[in-house]
């Protein structure tokens, strides 16, 4: 038996219970911070040679020379050729539609002119080269392959450099052949703080990067973390979430395997049900009760539900729709009749899946909108991954004479309130001469 925690918005402690619930302190301690430390100097100091010895560490993998950890183009090819015809279809499919979509996001340069010849705008170029980190053993994910991979070259990034690890040197055939689908330049088989750290300084084998995408653990998280600045990141993820929003008209089973769709992923993973209908709760609760003795993963559910999941009642769908705002979830469905009359009222949401037949899990695979989100309350300020985070802006500025002459009085009495007088006179030598 599932036990569920139930909270009641009309409970006066409603509002700290879920404060508490939704609490994440997944962060690195001390011991990881270290170890992550370590690692980062030792790759900046000894390179490949440091590369080599932490892949036979710690995934038991022995090369005689770091160049033996990239994987060939063909190698790429040779996977997608050997996987069965309805995953390269899928593959495929999910590729096509995960790019169309990332089209529409492509920002392009623009400017404009004004009366005195004055040019102002903005260029747009793609990032150089990006990293991305696939996590390897238990934890492969092919679709994590195409929702970062894809997203770069859209945006015209000239090289992917992807790194996964292989522990006892098995490779994940789909994940090659995502790699295949999703255009990535370069495989090398590494992994861990090591794989971040080769990525942000570089060494003989692995070239530097100018930012690092992609999930990975509690070692990866924390490299990554470390290495803000000297390259770019996406985001440092928690653990998966998803929020239903029901009116209590869809089917118990089907939300019930909705919540199960995030439990499944870890033992902190965070499901949780609104709905304004007691009943409705009351028929979730024994539908997961049923249901989850079935499923393959039935302990990571189990412990996920039990440890941060929740059925929510609220007296109607305004004060759901105020719930959902404060949760902030990576996934919200909205479980109702007329979804898109609720859609604007949601202010902090990393995806919305819209009506009873959208579930979480298209969005994840093949829906084509990206599926690295932001997680623990973060979508309150950062956006889904997406073209832009694999392009720059610079702003472009060129002054006619003439606009040299009216900005100029102006900077200049700006610089010289900041008493920054070699501004003033840059400004100043401009000025027209009467």
Same mark, same amino acid.
């Given at each position: 038996?599932?036990? @569920?925690?139930?909270?009641?918005?009309?409970?006066?402690?409603?509002?700290?219970?879920?404060?508490?619930?939704?609490?994440?302190?997944?962060?690195?301690?001390?011991?990881?911070?270290?170890?992550?430390?370590?690692?980062?100097?030792?790759?900046r100091?000894?390179g490949d040679?440091?590369?080599?010895?932490?892949?036979?560490?710690?995934?038991?993998?022995e090369?005689?020379?770091a160049?033996?950890?990239?994987?060939?183009?063909?190698?790429?090819?040779?996977?997608?050729?050997?996987?069965?015809?309805?995953?390269?279809?899928?593959?495929?499919?999910?590729?096509?539609?995960?790019?169309?979509?990332?089209?529409?996001?492509?920002?392009?340069?623009?400017?404009?002119?004004?009366?005195?010849?004055?040019?102002?705008?903005?260029?747009?170029?793609?990032?150089?080269?990006?990293?991305?980190? #696939?996590?390897?053993?238990?934890a492969a994910? $092919?679709?994590?392959?195409?929702?970062?991979?894809?997203?770069?070259k859209?945006?015209?990034?000239?090289?992917?450099?992807?790194?996964? $690890?292989?522990p006892d040197?098995?490779?994940n055939e789909?994940?090659?052949?995502?790699?295949h689908?999703?255009?990535?330049?370069?495989? @090398?088989? @590494?992994?861990?703080?090591?794989?971040v750290?080769?990525?942000?300084?570089?060494?003989?084998?692995?070239?530097?990067?100018?930012?690092?995408?992609?999930?990975?653990?509690?070692?990866?998280?924390?490299?990554?973390?470390?290495?803000?600045?000297?390259?770019?990141?996406?985001?440092?993820?928690?653990? =998966?979430e @998803?929020?239903?929003?029901?009116?209590?008209?869809t089917?118990?089973d089907?939300?019930?395997?909705?919540?199960? =769709?995030?439990?499944?992923?870890?033992e902190?993973a965070?499901?949780?049900?609104?709905?304004?209908?007691?009943?409705?709760?009351?028929?979730?609760?024994?539908?997961?009760?049923?249901?989850?003795?079935?499923?393959? &993963?039935q302990?990571?559910?189990?412990? =996920?539900?039990?440890? &941060?999941?929740?059925?929510?009642?609220?007296?109607?769908?305004?004060?759901?729709i105020?719930?959902?705002n404060?949760?902030?979830?990576?996934?919200?469905?909205l479980? #109702?009749?007329? $979804?898109?009359?609720?859609v604007?009222?949601?202010?902090?949401?990393?995806?919305?899946?819209?009506?009873?037949?959208?579930?979480?899990?298209?969005?994840d695979?093949?829906?084509?909108?990206?599926?690295?989100?932001?997680?623990?309350r973060?979508?309150r300020?950062?956006?889904?991954?997406?073209?832009?985070?694999?392009?720059?802006r610079?702003?472009?500025?060129?002054?006619?004479?003439?606009?040299?002459?009216?900005?100029?009085?102006?900077?200049?009495?700006?610089?010289?309130?900041?008493g920054?007088?070699?501004h003033?006179?840059?400004a100043?030598?401009?000025?027209?001469?009467?």
């Amino acid at each position: 038996m599932v036990d @569920i925690k139930r909270l009641s918005t009309a409970d006066a402690t409603f509002w700290t219970r879920l404060d508490e619930l939704l609490a994440w302190e997944g962060v690195s301690d001390d011991e990881v911070h270290t170890t992550v430390r370590d690692i980062i100097r030792d790759i900046r100091r000894r390179g490949d040679v440091a590369l080599v010895e932490y892949t036979a560490r710690f995934d038991r993998l022995e090369v005689g020379d770091a160049g033996d950890l990239r994987l060939d183009p063909a190698r790429l090819r040779q996977a997608y050729e050997a996987i069965d015809a309805p995953l390269r279809e899928a593959l495929e499919t999910a590729a096509e539609r995960v790019r169309r979509y990332h089209e529409h996001q492509k920002m392009e340069s623009w400017s404009y002119t004004e009366d005195d010849g004055t040019l102002l705008g903005q260029q747009v170029t793609p990032l150089d080269r990006v990293g991305l980190y #696939v996590p390897g053993g238990k934890a492969a994910y $092919p679709s994590s392959v195409l929702m970062n991979a894809i997203p770069a070259k859209v945006a015209g990034v000239e090289e992917i450099i992807m790194v996964v $690890p292989t522990p006892d040197g098995i490779l994940n055939e789909l994940v090659l052949a995502a790699a295949h689908v999703a255009g990535v330049d370069t495989v @090398i088989t @590494i992994g861990g703080a090591q794989a971040v750290a080769a990525l942000a300084w570089g060494t003989g084998t692995v070239p530097a990067v100018d930012k690092i995408v992609g999930p990975g653990n509690i070692y990866v998280a924390t490299a990554k973390s470390m290495v803000f600045g000297r390259v770019g990141i996406d985001m440092i993820a928690g653990p =998966s979430e @998803i929020l239903v929003v029901c009116d209590g008209q869809t089917d118990a089973d089907w939300v019930a395997m909705d919540l199960f =769709s995030q439990a499944e992923h870890d033992e902190d993973a965070q499901a949780i049900l609104v709905s304004p209908d007691a009943d409705f709760l009351d028929a979730v609760a024994a539908s997961i009760a049923r249901l989850a003795p079935g499923m393959e &993963r039935q302990a990571l559910i189990e412990t =996920s539900l039990q440890a &941060r999941g929740a059925l929510i009642h609220v007296r109607d769908m305004d004060e759901a729709i105020e719930v959902a705002n404060f949760i902030a979830p990576e996934h919200l469905e909205l479980s #109702v009749a007329d $979804p898109q009359a609720l859609v604007p009222r949601i202010r902090h949401a990393g995806a919305i899946f819209m009506g009873r037949y959208t579930s979480e899990a298209l969005g994840d695979y093949c829906a084509g909108p990206n599926h690295v989100l932001p997680t623990s309350r973060t979508a309150r300020f950062s956006s889904p991954l997406g073209v832009y985070d694999f392009q720059k802006r610079s702003s472009l500025i060129m002054c006619s004479a003439d606009g040299a002459a009216e900005l100029g009085k102006v900077a200049s009495v700006l610089a010289r309130g900041e008493g920054l007088i070699a501004h003033a006179r840059s400004a100043e030598y401009r000025l027209k001469q009467d």
